[in-house]
């Protein structure tokens, strides 16, 4: 047997006293836990020596275990609802077969429309389309989400009446922001793109999209099942969003308000689970509205080719 050690685990065969010694310490720890957790006594810290070579025993077991998914905010294993155990049926899928000249013609367009969205904070209080707005919001459900849990609720606001209140959530926090919360640096860095605690565009515009991820689902007969990837997930659904309101000729601003989610998803009665993610002031830019003169980095500067 030593010499199978002596050939296969030489460092075993050398340290093995400290190796065993490791082990007994990490099963008196184990045990003093345990018995301190049993009679609901507070756990005395383990001597130095103990707790390093408890951790020493343990940490190869540590890196290698498995363990449950976790992604942000989400509820106890205890109370999630397994997954069915079923295989969705399969439908056939095609896409439209064009030449690569037209694909290329196709991305390109779509570059040049892209290239000329710009944040607006002037908007013009003319009426648009809500079908319009609704079609985007609709487009950007159909982003990937993980296991197609699809964590997103996009909430329309089109009344005066909750635009201001949206508004006067929004501006409280935002002038704590500037003056306390944010620090001078973040602010000098904004100072060049002219933005303000003063928000009026929550007003001005004709509709306001709220959009909210969920930490975790709940399914109609109220019980809660996991979102996975539902930051990434909602993210990409946003994506989809800008260009859908872009592409039918609406401007926007990607409006992320500091400290207000809790206010806001009171305000709009949004369950817990529900965190906001962006607000998006929607409408037609206004006629005497400007924007930064702003240029975007080249492909080679974006893109690297291997």
């Known amino acids: 047997m030593a010499g199978v050690l ?18 007994l310490a990490a099963a008196v720890l184990h045990l003093l836990l345990e018995r301190c957790r049993t009679a609901s006594i507070p756990v005395p810290a383990p001597p130095a020596a103990v ?36 295989l969705l049926p399969r439908v056939p899928f ?13 991305s390109e367009q779509f570059y040049k429309q892209m290239n000329g969205r710009r944040s607006v904070r002037a908007f013009s209080r003319a009426p648009v389309p809500r079908q319009a707005v609704e079609s985007a ?9 993980g296991a197609h849990t699809e964590p997103w609720t996009f909430v329309l606001v089109e009344s005066p009446e909750v635009k201001a209140a949206v508004r006067r959530i929004v501006e409280d926090e935002e002038e704590v922001n500037y003056r306390k919360r944010m620090g001078q640096k973040w602010v000098d860095d904004l100072a060049p793109l002219g933005t303000t605690w003063l928000k009026e565009y929550l007003t001005d515009a004709p509709f306001l999209i709220l959009v909210f991820r969920h930490a975790y689902g ?36 990607t409006s992320t308000p500091l400290n207000c989610g809790p206010r806001l998803r ?6 817990a689970n529900e965190k906001l993610v962006l607000l ?8 005497d509205c ?17």
């Open 94 to 106: 095609s896409m439209e077969s064009i030449s690569p000249e037209e694909m290329v013609r196709r």
């Open 290 to 306: 400007t924007v930064p003169d702003l240029t975007r980095r080249p492909l080679e500067r974006i893109m690297v080719v291997l």
């Open 266 to 271: 009171q305000l709009l009665e949004r369950p």
């Open 137 to 145: 919001i609709r487009a950007a459900g159909t982003a990937p989400s």
């Open 51 to 86: 707790a390093a070579a408890a951790a020493a025993a343990t940490i190869t077991t540590a890196a290698t275990a498995a363990t449950p998914w976790r992604d942000e905010v989400a509820p106890e294993d205890d109370d999630l609802t397994p997954p069915p155990d079923v």
């Open 280 to 287: 998006l002031p929607v409408g037609r830019p206004a006629d």
């Open 6 to 23: 002596q050939t296969y685990l030489p460092f075993l065969a050398a340290n093995w006293q400290l190796v065993l010694m490791a082990l």
């Open 218 to 253: 709940v399914d109609e007969q109220g019980q809660r099942f996991t979102t996975y990837y539902n930051e990434i997930s909602c993210n990409l659904a946003c994506g989809v969003l800008l260009a859908a309101l872009h592409q039918a000729g609406l401007a926007t601003l």
